[in-house]
């Protein structure tokens, strides 16, 4: 009797244990697509229109966006950390080594917040934002779409050492590149598709450098033009810039696995995933077929934007993306 007691009473704490584990674990399962559909129902349309003039005006935007959000989400998750400016006495993320100089369109993101705060104010995150004008970016470049999952907080601290840390460097090896991406709760899978993101956008000559002149898995001509305006000495021309996809660096398509079967993706990074490993016929997959590249970018995003978001009383709304209420 005694026994069958104490063996209920330890299955109720295991049934709850589980049940707690699961409540804390889960908190994407609290983003939802329709998280705004009462409390801000034209909130996707105000952030498509903002990001449809940035991307007129500068067709360049949609790739910085993009990349913006990709650069929240792997810093302790997506919660708009990396909007934070630093101030005198806070460090947040912007002028840590892989966002200096090299992250843009804040501008843009606040123009984004102030039209949708115009539209209903205090309501929508500044991470929620990052989400929705990645996706924005994608489609309005020509690349297929997703529902985007809303409900993000916004963090009320930043992390410079994670953000050193944490985002993957463009001289990774392939077996780095997926721990990177497994660390944040990514497939290799996932990393593949995502990579597709340098289909559009640039890079400074100081990320692929060492690339141009130095590697072999590199077609040889490509090379060369790369050459013309990226100068062998370090510290001459670091910031001049070269399309990550050769072919059409402003359209969201497969032409950037179809260049690295070709020997000419820009970063280290880029052609570690066509270089006889184990995601070779991933990379020959989606060069082959646009739809299945569009299919697995879209569900790559989807788990991306699940990193540790904050939900329900877990940090705040932001008023201004660039500083805590
Ligand atoms: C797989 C590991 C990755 C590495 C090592 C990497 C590295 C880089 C580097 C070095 C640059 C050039 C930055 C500069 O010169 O200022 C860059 C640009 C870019 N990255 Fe990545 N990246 C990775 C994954 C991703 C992912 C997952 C996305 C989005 C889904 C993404 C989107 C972009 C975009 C769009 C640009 C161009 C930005 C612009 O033109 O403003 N990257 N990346
Ligand atoms: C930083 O300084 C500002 C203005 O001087 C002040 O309002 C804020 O409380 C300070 N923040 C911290 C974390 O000390
Ligand atoms: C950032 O990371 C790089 C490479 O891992 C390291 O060399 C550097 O010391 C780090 N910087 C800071 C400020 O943590
Ligand atoms: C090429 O590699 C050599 C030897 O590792 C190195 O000293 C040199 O700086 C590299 N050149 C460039 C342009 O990165």
């Not at 939802?32 to 009462?38: A, D, E, F, G, V």
Request: a positive charge; glycine letters at 8%; one cysteine or more.
């Amino acid at each position: 009797m005694a026994s069958s007691l104490s063996s209920s009473a330890s299955m109720a704490i295991v049934t709850l244990t589980i049940f707690l584990a699961f409540l804390l674990g889960s908190s994407s399962a609290q983003l939802s697509t329709s998280y705004y559909s009462k409390s801000c129902p034209k909130v996707f349309t105000t952030v498509k229109s903002v990001v449809k003039s940035a991307i007129l005006k500068e067709n360049r935007m949609g790739a910085s966006l993009l990349r913006l959000h990709f650069h929240d989400c792997f810093v302790n998750g997506c919660d708009g950390s990396v909007l934070l400016d630093d101030t005198s006495n806070f460090t947040g993320e912007k002028t840590a080594a892989p966002n200096l100089n090299s992250l843009r369109g804040f501008t843009v993101v606040d123009k984004i917040k102030s039209a949708v705060e115009k539209e209903c104010r205090g309501v929508v995150s500044c991470a929620d934002i990052l989400a929705i004008a990645a996706r924005d970016s994608v489609v309005i470049l020509g690349g297929g779409s997703w529902n985007v999952k809303v409900g993000r907080k916004d963090a009320r601290t930043a992390s410079p050492a994670a953000a050193n840390s944490s985002i993957p460097q463009p001289t990774f090896s392939l077996n780095a590149l997926i721990s990177s991406f497994q660390a944040q709760g990514l497939s290799a899978k996932d990393m593949v598709a995502l990579s597709g993101g340098h289909t559009i956008g640039l890079a400074r000559c100081i990320t692929f450098r060492n690339r141009i002149y130095n590697e072999s898995n590199i077609d040889n001509s490509f090379a060369k033009t790369r050459q013309q305006n990226c100068p062998r000495r370090t510290g001459t021309g670091d910031k001049k810039l070269a399309p990550l996809d050769v072919q059409t660096p402003t359209a969201f398509d497969n032409d950037y696995y179809k260049n690295l079967i070709n020997q000419k993706g820009l970063l280290h990074s880029d052609q570690q995933l066509f270089n006889g490993g184990s995601t070779d016929s991933q990379v020959r997959r989606y060069s082959n077929n646009p739809s299945s590249f569009s299919a697995d970018f879209g569900a790559a995003m989807i788990n991306m934007g699940d990193i540790k978001p904050l939900t329900g009383s877990n940090g705040e709304i932001r008023r201004k993306c660039r500083k805590i209420n």
